[in-house]
């Protein structure tokens, strides 16, 4: 019954959202498109619930040939002072920047909600190369669906460590419930407000 319940309520403010945001969403498409070549929208394999791939979609914030300049981390005792995000990182377009300081890069994640692949709430998806260096307690995250936030992200966001995050993943999995859904939500507007661990 709260599994039917969480569902409704993505694709209800999923669909809410994309229609609110798309007059900004147009201007965010404008201004990336003015800031320099490349496509709008950035799409990348991801590794959703029960370890099936989907196709991810959110605003571009890199240079178009970010990804082959990535080095993803090559074994299990990597993940524990990883960060996949670095305010630093050279690759992050002068928009992008923007985007992400404020999480707007990520409105485009809302089809990939309304379509099933994420929910509102869960663990934020990962790249295959991450996933590949999972133990088998590791790999529990992967037991729910993907989320735009969870509980990762109202606790510290880009400024938590991979492993970090997934140690908050699975605590997530491991007590789900709607209320601490609705919980995390709330608790995303201020710390999206507030620019908490962005970058």
Same mark, same amino acid.
């Given at each position: 019954?709260?599994? #039917?319940?969480?569902?409704? /309520?993505?694709?209800?403010?999923? @669909?809410?959202?994309?229609?609110?945001?798309?007059?900004? &969403?147009?201007?965010?498409?404008?201004?990336?498109?003015?800031?320099?070549?490349?496509?709008?929208? =950035?799409?990348?394999?991801?590794?959703?619930?029960?370890?099936?791939? =989907?196709?991810?979609?959110? =605003?571009? #914030?890199?240079?178009?040939?970010?990804?082959?300049?990535?080095?993803?981390?090559? &074994?299990?005792?990597?993940?524990?002072? +990883?960060?996949?995000?670095?305010?630093?990182?050279?690759?992050?377009?002068?928009?992008?920047?923007? @985007?992400?300081? #404020?999480? @707007?890069?990520?409105?485009?994640?809302?089809?990939?909600?309304? %379509?099933?692949?994420?929910?509102?709430?869960?663990?934020?998806?990962?790249?295959?190369?991450?996933?590949?260096? +999972?133990?088998?307690?590791?790999?529990?995250?992967?037991?729910?669906?993907?989320?735009? #936030?969870?509980?990762?992200?109202?606790?510290?966001?880009?400024?938590?460590?991979?492993?970090?995050?997934?140690?908050?993943?699975?605590? +997530?999995?491991?007590?789900? &419930? @709607?209320?601490?859904? /609705?919980?995390?939500?709330?608790?995303? %507007?201020?710390?999206?407000?507030?620019?908490?661990?962005?970058?």
């Amino acid at each position: 019954m709260q599994q #039917t319940a969480k569902r409704v /309520l993505d694709v209800g403010l999923a @669909l809410v959202g994309l229609l609110v945001t798309l007059p900004l &969403s147009l201007g965010i498409a404008l201004a990336i498109r003015r800031d320099g070549p490349g496509s709008i929208l =950035f799409r990348q394999v991801r590794v959703g619930q029960h370890g099936r791939p =989907f196709r991810l979609v959110k =605003f571009r #914030t890199m240079v178009p040939d970010a990804e082959r300049q990535w080095h993803a981390p090559e &074994s299990p005792d990597a993940l524990v002072g +990883y960060v996949f995000q670095d305010d630093g990182d050279g690759r992050i377009t002068r928009v992008g920047r923007w @985007l992400r300081r #404020t999480s @707007l890069d990520e409105l485009p994640n809302l089809w990939n909600v309304l %379509v099933g692949d994420m929910s509102l709430v869960g663990p934020r998806p990962e790249v295959p190369e991450i996933v590949a260096l +999972y133990d088998d307690e590791m790999r529990q995250r992967l037991a729910v669906k993907p989320g735009i #936030t969870g509980l990762a992200q109202v606790s510290g966001r880009g400024a938590l460590s991979t492993l970090d995050a997934i140690r908050f993943d699975l605590e +997530y999995c491991r007590r789900w &419930s @709607l209320g601490r859904d /609705l919980s995390i939500l709330c608790r995303t %507007v201020g710390s999206v407000a507030r620019r908490d661990g962005a970058m």
